[in-house]
């Protein structure tokens, strides 16, 4: 918790070493891998164990309300690092919020797959 950082919601540095504090948020600072998203994970464990505590519930809920935010304009719809990490993130912490990157989802789909921010194989 005491890592946890606040610029228009939640997010984590990417590294804690000399001068972590100074640094801004990083590009994947909302995903499941390495962003806000994965804590969500951490987050329902910790509900198993223990009533979560009061900042944990604030964590929570900035967490919902940045990935919700997000949803409307995140054009990658890729597990870890996009909208389907955003979904599982939303369901786990507050599943009335899901459906918002699942219809992003769905907006992004097209009859071969997905629109994807990158092309493969450079054609």
């Given amino acids: 918790m005491n890592h946890v ?5 939640p997010w984590l540095p990417g590294s804690v070493e ?3 504090e100074s640094v801004g948020p990083p ?3 909302d ?3 390495a962003g806000i998203a994965g804590l969500a994970p951490v987050l329902v464990e910790v509900a198993e164990a223990r009533p979560w505590t009061d900042a944990e519930h604030q964590l929570r ?4 309300d940045r990935l919700s935010a997000m949803v409307a304009t995140r054009p990658e719809p890729s597990l870890y690092d996009g909208l389907a990490g955003d979904a599982t993130a939303l ?3 507050s599943p009335t919020a899901a459906p918002l990157a699942l219809q ?3 907006e ?3 009859p071969d797959g997905w629109v994807t921010t990158f092309e493969v194989g450079g054609g």
């Fill in 18 to 20: 000399a001068g972590w």
């Fill in 108 to 110: 992004l789909g097209v």
């Fill in 27 to 29: 590009a994947d600072r």
């Fill in 61 to 64: 809920d900035g967490v919902v």
């Fill in 104 to 106: 992003r989802l769905e």
């Fill in 91 to 93: 369901r786990m912490l």
């Fill in 5 to 9: 950082r606040d610029d228009d919601g």
């Fill in 31 to 33: 995903s499941l891998y």
